[in-house]
């Protein structure tokens, strides 16, 4: 049984519903030359949601995980401009920050996996 594979569907589905319930949490990290902030949370939201059902079915598994790829590669602009904006002095966080950015291309294998 592919637990990891349900863990991810599950993870994006999951992250997906947070777009509409915690909007503004997003549009906080929305890089500042983008405009429509909002729709394009919503959007996001739309995709990573899709993606992690998708991901689920095995008849369109493969669609499921290139919906991820493409989505985790749209949304490395917004984890850069969360580094370099952030101001506070919280060093854990920052690390934090650092760290997501590589972890995004282990994201991306992870759901390569799939394809």
Known sequence: MDWDKYFMGGLYILAG??????????MKIMPSYLPYHLELVYLSG???????VLLLIPETQIIGAWGIIITLIGVYPAN???????????????????????????LIYWAWLYV
Request: cysteine-free; glycine content about 4%.
């Open 17 to 26: 519903l947070l777009h509409f319930i915690k909007p503004k949490f997003y």
């Open 46 to 52: 739309v995709f990573e949601l899709i993606s992690g």
């Open 80 to 106: 850069i401009y969360m580094l370099s904006s952030y101001k506070g002095k919280k060093v854990w966080y920052k690390l934090i920050l650092i760290a997501r950015l590589p972890l995004q291309f282990l």
